[in-house]
């Protein structure tokens, strides 16, 4: 029987169906698992061996998995494990990774009848909601079924504490019968806490195994290949942009040394386009993938190769950020300039990248704290100057990639710990 929770997700949905459905048509969204996010998931045998459920939401939660997944794996080779990812290219992503070895699901929307029909089919012994994702009919729905749910690697940012901290009283009880919640840090320790959660604890963030030191990358030549991109000249890669930021990036190219070239890899797919509106002649990863290559090339794209200067590249793929990381003299991390919450640093850090980042980075703050009280990274809101500085200052810039590199080898093995977290509670359950 639907509950009161149901009737508020209807009147939700209802309401801003005009905000969400223009937004599904305008960036392709509306093409997705419909039936997978109604619970229709592939219907799973009990496992004598123990299914584990991830409940994962996009790319980067996906992702962070590898590492824990394997280290399960191989600790318990009998195990079953489940990989619900919710967005369309966490879901893509997770395929890629995981579909060969393990199961993966799309992950159901709340309703109380489709977490049920979800469950009924996936069956799993214990549920791992990586990060947050506490979903109150799930948790609700877990807890009836008696399936312990906790959270890893958890982090629970100033903002959406506010916005929680508002609905205590609906959104509470499920923080209350999660088994633990593993978190990154003292501070998020205390507001799961605040939410009702019993047992907190600090593990670090399993991103820190995530990021691999490593000098090269497979298949980075041939990216570059691919691209055009001459490796004989400066290289800067912008990871994971925001809004805007593709337009500050390409107006420094003119300051920056001769024939610098730019890399751009927006964080959404959404974002994708505004890049090639700044600049109609931006070299585009899926465009080269289609075109003939006797095709001309854009006029703007041939004035840049005319000049011999600037050239502009869009990476509008998922999966080949690494890739271009590796290719960088210098690593510009995204949604940080202009008023968002920042991006990950850790993976071009790994590379033995300089890092530069902007001042808006307070989903990533005790990262980028560790990695700038070692000189492991540059904190900066005028990062024409800082490039400058790191393309013409090699000793610098390789200063600042070791320093980086220290820090991720220093913080490694969270990893570990959840793996003795999640395997005593499984077996807990299963006792």
């Given at each position: 029987m639907p509950n009161l929770r149901d009737l508020a997700y209807a009147v939700g949905v209802t309401l801003t169906t005009p905000v969400w459905g223009l937004s599904l048509l305008r960036t392709g969204k509306w093409r997705t698992d419909w039936p997978g996010r109604y619970g229709h998931a592939k219907p799973l045998t009990q496992h004598t061996g123990g299914t584990i459920l991830f409940n994962a939401v996009s790319?980067?939660?996906?992702?962070?998995l590898r590492g824990l997944v394997d280290e399960l794996s191989r600790r318990d080779p009998s195990l079953r494990i489940v990989i619900a990812a919710t967005t369309n290219t966490g879901f893509k992503r997770a395929t890629e990774l995981y579909a060969q070895r393990h199961?993966?699901?799309?992950?159901?929307?709340?309703?109380?009848?489709?977490?049920?029909?979800?469950?009924?089919?996936?069956?799993?012994?214990?549920?791992?909601?990586?990060?947050l994702e506490v979903w109150p009919n799930f948790v609700d729905?877990?807890?009836?079924?008696?399936?312990?749910?906790?959270?890893?690697?958890?982090?629970?940012?100033?903002?959406?504490?506010?916005?929680?901290?508002?609905?205590?009283?609906?959104?509470?009880?499920?923080?209350?019968?999660?088994?633990f919640a593993a978190v990154q840090t003292e501070a998020y320790a205390e507001r799961f806490r605040a939410m009702g959660v019993e047992d907190v604890r600090i593990a670090d963030t399993m991103k820190w195994d995530t990021a691999v030191i490593a000098d090269e990358v497979p298949g980075a030549d041939e990216l570059a290949a691919e691209l055009g991109v001459d490796l004989n000249r400066p290289v800067v890669v912008a990871g994971s942009t925001g809004p805007g930021e593709d337009r500050l990036l390409i107006g420094l190219l003119p300051g920056l040394p001769g024939g610098t070239q730019l890399i751009i890899?927006?964080?959404?797919?959404?974002?994708?386009?505004?890049?090639?509106?700044?600049?109609?002649?931006?070299v585009r990863l899926t465009e080269l993938r289609k075109r003939d290559p006797a095709a001309p090339a854009a006029p703007m794209q041939r004035a840049l190769e005319e000049d011999g200067d600037k050239r502009v590249f869009l990476l509008d793929t998922i999966g080949d950020l690494r890739k271009a990381y590796a290719l960088a003299g210098v690593v510009v991390v995204g949604r940080s300039f202009l008023g968002l919450y920042g991006s990950d640093v850790m993976e071009p850090a790994a590379l033995g990248k300089p890092v530069i980042i902007g001042p808006h980075h307070k989903d990533f703050q005790d990262t980028v704290d560790a990695m700038r009280e070692a000189n492991g990274l540059v904190v900066t809101d005028d990062p024409g100057r800082v490039i400058n500085e790191l393309l013409g200052d090699n000793p610098l810039a390789a200063a600042v990639a070791e320093a980086g590199r220290r820090?991720?080898?220093?913080?490694?093995?969270?990893?570990?710990?959840?793996?003795?977290?999640?395997?005593?509670?499984?077996?807990e359950q299963r006792a």
């Open positions: 790319v980067g939660e996906v992702s962070l199961t993966v699901v799309r992950y159901p929307l709340d309703f109380s009848w489709v977490v049920s029909r979800f469950l009924d089919r996936v069956r799993p012994d214990i549920v791992c909601c990586v990060e729905a877990c807890d009836r079924r008696g399936v312990p749910v906790c959270v890893i690697n958890g982090r629970l940012s100033e903002r959406s504490f506010r916005g929680y901290s508002k609905i205590k009283r609906l959104i509470g009880p499920s923080f209350t019968k999660l088994a890899a927006p964080r959404k797919p959404e974002w994708f386009d505004a890049v090639v509106k700044v600049c109609p002649g931006a820090v991720i080898r220093q913080r490694q093995g969270s990893t570990a710990r959840h793996a003795d977290m999640i395997l005593a509670l499984l077996a």
